[in-house]
């Protein structure tokens, strides 16, 4: 396999919704870097599943697979009279530009209405901190038109509602559960797979984005990787939530893109089809990343630095390669949170670039592992203002533009192998180099997930292949 066989002209990545908590948008980008090239995923794994979505305007095929998948879900539970709280998570709309889980919600409210009579459908749109977040999102995605005003935002600090579970007393979202049902409105992006590992995926808002901060930071904090998994699982199979959750419907993606909306009144159901596509769709991809011998990174996307994606593999995936997080038989017993997350921190990022991101999470760490540049000064200036970042600038250096920032990493850096992280699936916008290393990589990676990875990680989970036509 050739580089030049595989490389296209750099992709147009997803416009970057406008937000208080990052810098004016940046009409210089990653892409218009010189000799930045694409490499499309399914040339370097040609059975990486092909997307009916892989971003743009034109969400009719999101629309149509969401009707087919809810034509097989019953709603008779629902009376015309009922209020249905359909709840989303903000990470949807960070994929393929948001438009695909737009779509999705409008399709499900649409169909509920036209099934049940006219049930009163709210939507809420729930963001992890930010009182500003959801009204950003409600706007750029024309909700509250969408949904006739029916819309209404979340974060984890409004009033919350007790939920009795095995586990005891834990705290939801008055605004998610208090409606007469609930659609839990979901997506599988592998995301943070180093907290989550791929395990009851499924069940993770209902311990997040429908949880008050108090049990929300148990996840992140107080358990951590795999075992902060309980929490979700707990709230959803209470009795409480089991008797409001009417179903389940998801976005179903590749490195590609979006390939369908599965739905399902059985949660479980959904969760081992989301997470068997997970492994199966994503893996080799994420191989490919813990190959990367060097490489510099390029931040340009419109959420926080972990969550921005190129050829659907968020940033975080590139940060935490050392180790293979899908692998449930490494030896973890009694590490602390931070140990077990730090054996998993790159060798392979020799210097990093922000152009642009959200501000209000932790990534100083970044500045630790490789020298870092913020390559203008309305990045800068946002950073120098952020909370969660007080000691960035200790290491971290500006640069006037994206050109010159870029030119400094590779100098200190010592790599030119450049990675463009701007929210694009399907391709990757990279440098000559870094194409010609991926297709040297992509095959031996392939084969090794195919023969043993792949049946490893299936087994570890329970799942049958041959049952979900793997």
């Known amino acids: ?39 499309k995923v399914r040339d370097l794994f040609p059975d990486i599943p092909e997307a009916i979505y892989t971003g743009g305007p034109d969400v009719s095929a999101v629309r149509a697979s969401t009707e087919r998948a809810l034509a097989g879900v019953d709603m008779s539970m629902i009376k015309p009279s009922d209020t249905v709280n359909l709840l989303c998570s903000e990470h949807g709309f960070g994929m393929l530009g948001g438009h695909a889980y737009a779509e999705m919600l409008t399709a499900i409210k649409d169909s509920i209405r036209q099934r049940t009579g006219g049930a009163n459908v709210r939507l809420v749109v729930i ?35 007790a939920v009795e579970t095995a586990m005891g007393t834990l705290y939801g979202l008055r605004k998610v559960y208090d409606g ?16 989550h590992r791929a395990i009851d995926r499924i069940t993770k808002p209902f311990g997040m984005s429908y949880a008050r901060m108090e049990t929300r930071s148990v996840f992140h904090i107080t358990m951590g990787p795999r075992s902060g998994n309980f929490i979700g699982r707990a709230i959803a199979d209470s009795e409480f939530v089991r008797s409001k959750l009417a179903f389940t419907a998801t976005l179903m993606t590749s490195p590609d893109g979006v390939l369908s909306v599965d739905a399902d009144n059985d949660l479980d159901a959904v969760g081992n089809r989301l997470t068997a596509n997970i492994l199966a769709s994503y893996g080799k991809m994420l191989a490919l990343f813990r190959s990367i011998q060097d490489c510099v990174a390029v931040i340009d996307g419109g959420k926080w630095p972990y969550y921005i ?29 931070e140990s077990a997350m730090g054996a ?127």
């Open 1 to 39: 396999m050739t580089a030049d066989a595989l490389t296209y002209p750099a992709a147009e990545p997803p416009a970057v919704m406008p937000t208080v908590y990052g810098p004016p948008t940046q009409t210089q980008r990653g892409r218009d870097l010189a000799g930045i090239v694409s490499v």
């Open 180 to 195: 007469d049902w609930i659609i839990h409105a979901h997506y599988d992006d592998p995301r943070e797979i180093y907290l």
């Open 127 to 161: 963001a992890w901190l930010g009182a500003k977040e959801p009204d950003e999102i409600i706007e750029y995605y024309g909700l509250a038109e969408r949904f006739d005003g029916k819309v209404r935002g979340a974060t984890p600090m409004d009033q919350g509602i």
């Open 309 to 337: 994606h190129a050829g659907g593999l968020i940033f975080g995936h590139l940060f935490y390669n050392k180790v293979d997080w899908f692998d449930l038989d490494r030896v973890e017993d009694d590490v602390a949170i």
């Open 344 to 470: 998993g921190l790159s060798e392979s990022i020799k210097a990093a670039v922000v152009n642009q991101a959200l501000i209000g999470l932790n990534f100083t760490s970044l500045t630790l592992i490789c020298p870092t540049i913020v390559a203008n000064p309305d990045m800068a200036l946002a950073l120098r203002h952020d909370f969660a970042n007080p000691l960035f600038f200790k290491r971290a250096e500006v640069a006037d533009n994206l050109p010159a920032a870029v030119q400094r990493a590779i100098e200190v850096g010592g790599s030119d192998k450049i990675i463009v992280f701007d929210g694009s699936y399907g391709s990757l916008n990279v440098s000559a180099s870094m194409a010609q290393h991926l297709a040297e990589l992509a095959p031996a990676c392939g084969r090794e997930v195919d023969e043993i990875l792949l049946p490893k990680w299936l087994k570890q989970r329970g799942i049958d292949p041959a049952a979900l036509a793997l």
